[in-house]
């Protein structure tokens, strides 16, 4: 069974600074894993994944994550953040062939001008 | 036009009552699930069917009941609320096992 664990409960940082937010996994078998990111009073939207190939991906709006399979870690990282960013980020994992998506408890990220 | 949507979006009770909340996805998928997301915004997977079998159930007290009509409607009835089960639930849809999975917006269930 896999489980999943963010390692920073908080990160406030300065708009324009960067930001990482780690995540680390378990599991016995080969992984799919995701960030999604929850704004206030909203649901969970997904901000990138990684299912196979390049370990590095990239989303949209600037942020990307790398899948380290011998550290088992998929850390989320944006070289320069936005008031906009502010909100709770997680991770989550599900092994290959398992119908099962599991969460970590969750990063929220305050950004401060 | 809305992937995942869950009625009602917001259900305040009194202890004790029964409830439904529903939800419907038009992606085509042949997987949904039912999410509780408590105070502390921890994300708990609930129940999960495939084609309208049930193939995941937690930890879950016997009063939640999930149901599937059809593999577009998950729906979840609650018998005799507790104000422990004031949290948001999600609903959430996806395509296999290799594919991430999609959100509805929640229902903020309240038990007073």
């Known amino acids: 069974a896999q489980s999943v664990t963010q390692l920073d409960s908080q990160v406030p940082v300065f708009e324009e600074a960067p930001v990482e937010l780690r995540c680390n996994y378990s599991?016995?078998?080969?992984?799919?894993l995701f960030w999604y990111v929850q704004y206030p009073n909203q649901g969970l939207q997904l901000l990138l994944k990684?299912?196979?190939?390049?370990?590095l991906v990239e989303s949209i709006n600037g942020f990307e994550a790398e899948f380290n399979k011998s550290q088992t870690s998929f850390h989320l990282r944006k070289p320069s953040v936005h008031i906009s960013d502010t909100a709770e980020y997680f991770c989550?994992?599900?092994?290959?062939?398992?119908?099962?998506?599991?969460f970590g408890a969750g990063t929220t990220v305050t950004v401060r001008a | 036009d809305t992937a995942v949507s869950q009625t009602p979006k917001y259900l305040v009770t009194q202890m004790g009552n029964d409830k439904s909340i529903k939800c419907e996805q038009n992606?085509?998928?042949?997987?949904m699930y039912w999410y509780k997301q408590d105070s502390k915004k921890f994300l708990k997977i609930m129940f999960s069917?495939?084609?309208?079998?049930?193939?995941i159930n937690e930890t879950v007290p016997n009063r939640f009941s999930p149901k599937s009509p059809d593999k577009a409607h998950l729906n979840l009835h609650i018998n005799s609320l507790e104000l422990g089960d004031s949290a948001v639930y999600f609903c959430?849809?996806?395509?296999?096992?290799?594919?991430?999975?999609?959100f509805g917006q929640g229902t903020r269930l309240t038990v007073v």
């Open positions: 989550a994992v599900s092994d290959h062939g398992d119908y099962k998506l599991s």
């Open positions: 959430a849809s996806r395509q296999g096992t290799n594919t991430e999975a999609f």
């Open positions: 599991s016995s078998v080969s992984v799919y």
């Open positions: 992606l085509g998928h042949d997987t």
């Open positions: 990684y299912l196979s190939g390049s370990t």
């Open positions: 069917y495939n084609n309208k079998e049930l193939i």
